[in-house]
């Protein structure tokens, strides 16, 4: 037995097997997208996105199963990362159509699909990082507020120096 060669099994063809190589710049790409996706970086996910389809559309064509389990697997995992960061299944109403479109879809509607999943994912975790900021610059307010409650010289320019703001703002 020669183990130097991959092991052919069903009598697939040398050109129907994926290299180690290709599999490892896939895999670290969706973990790429992945990460772009729990920042909500737009841009870079887009662009990974690119990368991503660029490796699938590489390979041979019978492998379409691979293609399949793999966007399965990113989908199911961006799904995840979006419900334990708080966002309910109905915000996130792409992820079960995509998931069913995927076993059936060819790639450019796969890739359609996807990119519409991972806007929709950066979109609300974008819209979530700047309510928290929000969020946390009217607590900072409200303490500066209550801690200084006593002191007759608080007035809109004393509050807007001490949080670094225009009094316009």
Not at 49 to 55: H, K
Not at 68 to 86: A, D, F, H, P, T
Not at 134 to 157: F, H, M, R, Y
């Amino acid at each position: 037995l020669d183990i130097s060669q991959p092991v052919k099994l069903f009598q697939e063809d040398s050109d129907t097997l994926i290299s180690q190589e290709t599999k490892k710049q896939i895999s670290d790409d969706k973990k790429q997208l992945f990460t772009a996706v729990q920042v909500g970086d737009k841009e870079a996910a887009g662009q990974l996105m690119e990368q991503l389809m660029d490796g699938y559309a590489s390979l041979p064509n019978r492998r379409t199963d691979y293609i399949k389990v793999s966007l399965g697997e990113l989908i199911y995992k961006l799904s995840n990362e979006m419900i334990y960061q708080g966002f309910v299944d109905r915000e996130l109403e792409i992820g079960s159509y995509l998931k069913e479109r995927i076993r059936y879809g060819d790639l450019s509607e796969s890739k359609k699909l996807l990119q519409q999943f991972v806007d929709q994912c950066c979109q609300l975790v974008g819209s979530s990082e700047e309510k928290n900021r929000s969020d946390a610059i009217v607590k900072q307010l409200i303490q500066l507020v209550d801690t200084n409650l006593g002191n007759p010289d608080i007035d809109l320019e004393w509050v807007a120096a001490r949080m670094h703001f225009s009094t316009g703002y």
